[in-house]
């Protein structure tokens, strides 16, 4: 039973170019959600979705930061003109439902580097 | 603000010793509370859960909620050296945004041969 899949596992950007970071969820979840590690911090929420629909963004920059999470295929989330302050690693999570309860499943990550 | 605080450690124990790590936060409303475990340059794995004030024991792993105190703990028995990782503590929001975790910033734990 394959877990979370994130891809790339690593990225390098140059500043002003865009970043897409993909997420597909574990098999029976359609609930997916990012969460954002900077050096020596936590993670912290960025997004939830459910299959095309944004559910809560409440974490993400107001600026230059995207999600979706299409019908088919996997969850994006998209940085455009990343600046240096983008690098972090960046984790999707997964789960069968938002309930409270409910255990979120994370994914490898995506380490992102902007030179 | 809802917050999660951790022991940032590192926090060093022989192997076979106890390993007690701490946390507290802020948000009165949470109701589940989770820790999982970090090694250096992977994702987080869950490894215990609680709801519920009082013991949760897994194996090693016994996990203790204190609601009226904001508090949870992990105690880790006859530590090994694979349990070399950082800790993370998280809790989930309250009222609507019950899904949404936030985590401490984790604990270094180092076990000795």
């Known amino acids: 039973n394959a877990g979370v899949m994130q891809n790339p596992r690593h990225l390098v950007r140059r500043r002003g170019q865009e970043a897409r970071l993909r997420c597909s969820p574990m098999?029976?979840?359609?609930?997916v959600y990012w969460y954002r590690q900077l050096p020596e911090e936590g993670l912290k929420f960025m997004v939830y979705?459910?299959?095309?629909?944004?559910?809560?963004e409440s974490g993400m920059p107001k600026e230059r930061f995207s999600a979706e999470f299409p019908k088919e295929g996997p969850s994006i989330l998209r940085i455009q003109q990343v600046v240096r302050g983008d690098s972090a690693a960046y984790f999707c999570?997964?789960?069968?439902?938002?309930?409270?309860?409910?255990?979120?499943?994370f994914g490898p990550g995506t380490r992102l580097l902007v030179l | 603000q809802k917050e999660v605080e951790q022991n940032s450690g590192p926090l060093s124990v022989p192997e076979g010793a106890i390993a007690s790590l701490n946390c507290t936060y802020s948000?009165?409303?949470?109701?589940?509370f989770f820790w999982y475990r970090q090694y250096s340059g992977k994702s987080p794995e869950l490894i215990m859960s609680?709801?519920?004030?009082g013991d949760k024991e897994d194996g090693r792993f016994t996990a203790q909620l204190n609601k009226a105190s904001q508090y949870v703990s992990l105690l880790i028995r006859d530590s090994q050296p694979s349990d070399s990782a950082t800790y993370l503590c998280?809790?989930?929001?309250?009222?609507?945004?019950?899904?949404?975790?936030?985590f401490g910033k984790g604990t270094l734990l180092t076990v000795n041969p």
């Open positions: 999570a997964s789960s069968t439902s938002g309930r409270r309860r409910e255990t979120q499943y």
């Open positions: 098999k029976g979840h359609s609930h």
């Open positions: 979705l459910q299959k095309e629909n944004i559910i809560d």
């Open positions: 948000d009165r409303g949470s109701q589940s």
């Open positions: 609680i709801y519920s004030n």
């Open positions: 998280a809790v989930n929001g309250s009222g609507g945004s019950n899904y949404k975790l936030t």
